[in-house]
């Protein structure tokens, strides 16, 4: 039934709109911690470099290095599963956050979700692109992608709110839960379309080439070293001020999570438009 299914005319977008879904839950998830952190940081009482380790280093490290792994086991294992149980992964992840009672439960927690994380966008763009014939595939990709924007505007949003009129723990739980039911959404409704789908080139299953080799490749193309670059410099900052943004207005200008959580949510709104 579900191949017949992926057969239809409509049923690329409706995929390309369940992961741009997914990619807003990876990136709520992600984020909130930032609203959240002074709370956080009172009630644990943990010092600023507790906070800083939680949203930088500590899940950057393993959000990076584990997307290669998970990226090669796309390549010869069935992507939609990948996604579904990345994301089960780290929508519990994100809950058990709100369980934690001290530091090292609740770094051990965010590391979970960058785990799971890790294993989002590797298979994501690799169906995405199964998909899409190459003259449309660029603009599939972007959607895709507005789940970073839109994903951290709800996580300031929603978070910001929770927090205000319940607690901290209460908004992981509330935002990671729903998570594990789109994981089941994911994996009962997501087709995993054949390798190759979207070129016109024989359909043979081939073996993916070395590590080695789609490194070497990419390497040699100039342009990806700089966007690399220019991305990971990108990061770096954004990753080491973000914590301390909701901190700095909760602190020198004595303003409420609900009301940062909004200001942000605009903020981001207008980057996108």
Known sequence: MMKSLATRSWYPTYALI??????????????????????????????????GLMGGIAFALFYTFL?????????????????????????????VCGLAQNFWQ???????????????????????????????????LGIYALGIPVGTMLGNLFGGYINEALDWR????????????LALVVRFTLVEPPRGNSEQAVKAKSEAPPV?????????????????LGGALHALVGYGVGPFIPP??????????????????????????
């Open 212 to 228: 080695s080799f789609v490194f070497k490749a990419l390497w040699s193309r100039k342009s990806f070293r700089y966007m690399s």
């Open 67 to 95: 997307g290669i792994p998970i990226a090669r086991l796309a390549d010869t294992h069935n992507r939609r599963n990948i996604v579904s149980i990345s994301l089960a992964v780290w929508s519990m992840m994100t809950a």
């Open 248 to 273: 700095l207005f909760i602190r020198v200008h004595e303003m409420g999570t609900a009301d940062i959580g909004q200001a942000l949510f605009w903020l981001g709104f207008a980057g996108i438009a």
């Open 170 to 181: 209460t908004a992981f739980i509330v935002v990671g839960l729903p998570g594990v039911l």
């Open 106 to 140: 609740l770094l051990l927690a965010r590391i979970g979700v960058a785990v799971g994380e890790a294993g989002g966008s590797p298979p994501s763009h690799s169906i995405i692109s199964d998909l899409f014939a190459s003259d449309r595939r660029a603009t599939a």
């Open 18 to 51: 369940l992961l741009f879904v997914v990619y807003v839950f990876n990136f709520i998830d992600r984020s909130i911690l930032n609203i959240l952190a002074q709370s956080i940081k009172q009630d644990l009482g943990l010092y600023d470099w507790q906070i």
